[in-house]
DNA sequence: GCCATCATGTAATTAGTTACATGATTAG
DNA sequence: CTAATCATGTAACTAATTACATGATGGC
């Protein structure tokens, strides 16, 4: 189970309140992992009864802004070091890939370009953050799985306007 | 949910038996989705009771060998062209990706090290299986996806090339 | 005063994993 | 004859989604 490991990794990246790291799944943790706010409080709770994290402040409205302890740091090393990863895929834009050359040249066609639009957008706001970490005093912790997503999305963003071309004129 | 939807189409690039649509989950699909038998053969149940796939051979050992129906196909279709994909990420060498910044820089060289024989392993096999598909008198239907899974591969292990050095000097 | 956002939780359901269970066929 | 592979299922458990539920704070 990832969703513990991910929560122990940004709040050592620096702690933070249940409210803010599930903002921070939505926004830095984006393109890697997701969860949502029923699935995090529950889990910070199990992390605490295991000793891996801890309450540091409580804040107005009855926030908890949560810290990992050393052996939650000791547990997110080995799980990075001695785990194998777990490798099953189950995202669908990849599986909606594959089958969207079942369709007909015209279905293809608005599925292709969708998802070229998609993509597309995501570049630009990729392109966004880059330039905001660029601007840093010190580099940013995440800052070269940035740059690996925009490279990835450059060649998705090649491999759809092909796949466009071939439906237009096949 | 998307496994209904990968076994429809599955099936509507060719018929099988579950216990061949697993392996195929492994083989062509593995990089876009995974099930287990034991979520496939439930799955085909509620799918034939749905009547978007049925039997149409039964062969040795109780085998079933399943097709798409009409409904089946025109379900796929709707499913591709009419509705929104679900773009929440659970991918956990993307996570490990993000993680492994936090290690120090032995640590971190050991994972991406790992991380870049495996994408190397994953490159050579991609290069069989276009290199078969070349061979074959009709284009596959999902040739098309072997190139993008290359494409990407390539780039994530220059990326881990980048980061290994960077790591070496760091 | 009111609306957006902050902030936290629980309950019911669905999806997915791991373990249990069985047996037929085929190649060597 | 025997081991590998084909072939199908169910049960118990864990993970994740969706829906329900509540209330405080701060800016305007």
Same mark, same amino acid.
């Given at each position: 189970?990832?969703?513990?490991?991910?929560?122990?990794?940004?709040?050592?990246?620096?702690?933070?309140?249940?409210?803010?790291?599930?903002?921070?799944?939505?926004?830095?943790?984006?393109?890697?992992?997701?969860?949502?706010?029923?699935?995090?409080?529950?889990?910070?709770?199990r992390l605490e009864?295991?000793? @891996?994290? #801890? %309450?540091?402040? +409580?804040? /107005?409205?009855?926030s908890k802004t949560? *810290?990992?302890? =050393?052996?939650?740091?000791?547990?997110?090393?080995?799980?990075?070091?001695?785990?194998?990863?777990?490798?099953?895929?189950?995202?669908?834009?990849?599986?909606?890939?594959?089958?969207?050359?079942?369709?007909?040249?015209?279905?293809?066609?608005?599925?292709?370009?969708?998802? @070229?639009? #998609? %993509?597309?957008? +995501?570049? /630009?706001?990729?392109?966004?953050?880059? *330039?905001?970490? =660029?601007?840093?005093?010190?580099?940013?912790?995440?800052?070269?799985?940035?740059?690996?997503?925009?490279?990835?999305?450059?060649?998705?963003?090649?491999?759809?306007?092909?796949?466009?071309?071939?439906?237009?004129e096949g």
């Amino acid at each position: 189970m990832s969703l513990a490991h991910a929560l122990l990794g940004l709040l050592a990246d620096h702690p933070g309140t249940g409210y803010e790291l599930r903002q921070r799944f939505e926004v830095s943790l984006r393109s890697a992992w997701y969860a949502s706010h029923s699935q995090i409080y529950p889990e910070l709770a199990r992390l605490e009864a295991r000793g @891996l994290v #801890e %309450v540091v402040a +409580r804040g /107005a409205r009855g926030s908890k802004t949560w *810290a990992v302890t =050393d052996a939650g740091r000791d547990e997110l090393r080995r799980w990075l070091v001695e785990t194998e990863p777990n490798r099953d895929v189950r995202n669908e834009p990849g599986l909606r890939a594959f089958l969207v050359f079942l369709l007909d040249a015209a279905d293809r066609r608005r599925v292709l370009q969708a998802e @070229l639009e #998609e %993509v597309r957008g +995501r570049l /630009a706001s990729l392109d966004e953050i880059a *330039a905001r970490l =660029d601007g840093l005093d010190r580099p940013a912790t995440f800052a070269p799985v940035v740059d690996l997503g925009q490279r990835v999305d450059a060649v998705v963003e090649a491999w759809l306007r092909e796949q466009l071309a071939a439906a237009d004129e096949g």
